[in-house]
């Protein structure tokens, strides 16, 4: 009788589990949620909601993503023996219905007065029906272990996938997020680190930033007569775009492929930040424009406040690297091997990463690696790596952790960074500043290093099996309002249409997709309700 196992990563931007046969390896069937179940468009967006709304609601709201998710995987789930997971400290705690309040507040003395105790998260195996897992009777569901409450399961996939732990030369990797976590490996010694770099990098706090869909540009280059921009197309491939005057919006030349910009990603911010700099554009934070605005394709636009976001993630990233180079008595031009891993670090333009600061200067290879997180939750579900393993290389990595929160040599550069993305401060200065803190210079990026990608996509197996792509868990949040006049102004403000006013037995409720919300981050509905009556954040799970 064949037995299955699942392995389940869970990320900030939704969920991708992948169906295999035990015995064999073999992938017998992927599928992914479109978004997150959570309302919010990151996971500082996921844990306010889970703050205000209940832990409960949120991991019912994950719980049920999951139940979908895996039945629609089209396999008998009576026969799962094992589910595995990855992912952050947050997305597994939140998924386990632990206390998250110790990864949400730093102070101390704030956890005390509040009565937290941290849970262990030294890994766990429980019935995978206890949490609510539909289906799978004799299923265990295997939770790996945690290094630090800033750095979890989803770095030790980094390190232990990706290889860094072999390499005969000093390298660095980082795993580009709304928390960067990254290590330095210098002879077999791994320091690790986590930088608090926000969303900008992934198109989020960006005027017109979105995550990557149709019609987002998803990079841009200067060419003869403008800027080029890509966008993404129906079928998720680049395409060219057209060209652009970057300081009016006039089109030069359309491009081959007739598809309206409506926002832009991640990796085209760190693609129009590039092009910016290198055209003399950007001063950060101005920007040398008649308006004081980048113009990209169809008046999809890059502000000042959108430098601003971007540089404060850039200079926390580099913050970041610089102190763990610092830590480990190296500097910039001694580390020529650098890892980018996650969706944002095999997506993005690695060159122009490496330009715009994002990567170590002194890089001459760069190994584009893509999410490693369900690669380690298909090698636990199948038995290759167990929990000892597991517990021991978090241990091994707790040794040399470095809390960037308490580091004063990342304070002091991060000091340095924010004068030069949000004051003003010329590069030409740079320097000058690391002398006053008694750190050495950094030089100038590597010309033309050499950039390879271990795969195209970041899903094992993408090409052998189908992609099922729930694209609405169809989970909805209900919640009685009172004082309501159904006048309708909250559903038209809301950019997702997510939230409908509907009145049932005589009461008046609202009803707002939890999936499609973007949650903490808008509230958009909230502020243009004329009665001041709309508050979703207490809303329940609607039956
Ligand atoms: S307007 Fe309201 S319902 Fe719509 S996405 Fe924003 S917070 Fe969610
Ligand atoms: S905006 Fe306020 S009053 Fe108007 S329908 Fe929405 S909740 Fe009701």
């Not at 931007?13 to 169906?19: I, L, T």
């Amino acid at each position: 009788m064949t037995e299955y196992c699942i392995a389940l990563d869970i990320g900030t931007s939704g969920f991708r589990c992948q169906a295999l046969d035990r015995a064999t390896g073999e992938t017998l069937a992927t599928s992914v949620t479109a978004r997150h179940p959570i309302p919010g468009m990151n996971v500082i967006d996921h844990v306010n909601y889970a703050m205000v709304a209940g832990e409960e609601v949120a991991n019912g709201l994950m719980i049920d993503a999951a139940n979908k998710l895996f039945a629609s995987l089209g396999i008998d789930l009576s026969k799962v023996s094992t589910v595995a997971i990855c992912g952050n400290p947050f997305q597994l705690s939140l998924f386990q219905n632990i206390e998250i309040r110790d990864l949400a507040y730093a102070g101390k003395n704030m956890l005390e007065s509040l009565g937290v105790v941290s849970p262990p998260r030294d890994g766990d195996v429980v019935k995978a029906s206890d949490l609510g897992l539909r289906g799978m009777p004799d299923a265990v569901l295997i939770i790996p272990p945690a290094v630090t409450h800033e750095i979890g399961a989803d770095a030790i996939a980094m390190l232990m996938i990706t290889g860094v732990l072999d390499s005969k030369e000093p390298c660095l990797v980082v795993d580009y997020g709304t928390n960067a976590e990254m290590a330095l490996i210098v002879d077999g010694k791994v320091y690790t680190g986590s930088a608090a770099a926000g969303p900008a990098l992934e198109g989020q706090q960006i005027e017109r930033g979105m995550l990557a869909a149709p019609g987002a540009i998803a990079d841009a280059d200067i060419t003869d007569g403008g800027w080029r921009c890509s966008i993404i197309d129906e079928s998720m491939t680049t395409r060219e775009g057209d060209v652009v005057d970057p300081r009016t919006g006039i089109t030069a030349s359309a491009g081959a492929m007739h598809k309206k910009a409506v926002g832009i990603t991640g990796t085209g911010v760190v693609a129009a930040l590039c092009c910016g700099l290198e055209a003399g554009m950007i001063h950060p934070p101005k920007i040398d424009a008649p308006d004081g605005r980048l113009h990209l394709q169809d008046g999809v636009c890059i502000s000042s406040a959108d430098v601003d976001e971007a540089g404060k993630a850039i200079g926390a990233l580099r913050a970041g690297f610089l102190t763990l180079l610092h830590e480990a008595g190296l500097w910039v031009e001694d580390v020529r091997l650098a890892y980018m891993s996650g969706a944002s670090g095999l997506y993005v333009d690695a060159v122009k990463a490496l330009r715009i600061g994002m990567v170590v200067p002194g890089a001459e290879r760069i190994i584009q690696f893509g999410n490693t997180s369900i690669e380690l939750a298909r090698r636990i579900a199948l038995g290759k790596v167990d929990m000892d393993d597991l517990r021991g290389f978090a241990k091994r990595l707790r040794a040399t952790h470095c809390m960037f929160a308490t580091a004063q040599t990342f304070k002091d550069i991060y000091a340095v960074e924010y004068s030069l993305w949000c004051c003003g401060m010329p590069m030409s200065e740079y320097n000058n500043m690391l002398d006053i803190y008694g750190l050495p210079h950094i030089s100038e990026p590597t010309a033309s290093p050499s950039v390879s990608r271990i795969s195209a996509t970041d899903l094992p197996d993408a090409e052998k099996v189908r992609v099922n792509i729930l694209y609405d868990t169809g989970t909805v949040l209900k919640g009685a309002i009172d004082g309501c006049i159904q006048c309708g102004a909250c559903a038209d403000e809301c950019p997702e249409d997510a939230i409908e006013i509907k009145e049932e037995g005589g009461s008046v409720f609202g009803f707002v997709k939890s999936d499609r919300c973007a949650g903490t981050a808008c509230r958009r509905c909230e502020r243009a309700c004329p009665e001041g009556v709309l508050q979703i954040s207490p809303f329940g799970i609607s039956d």
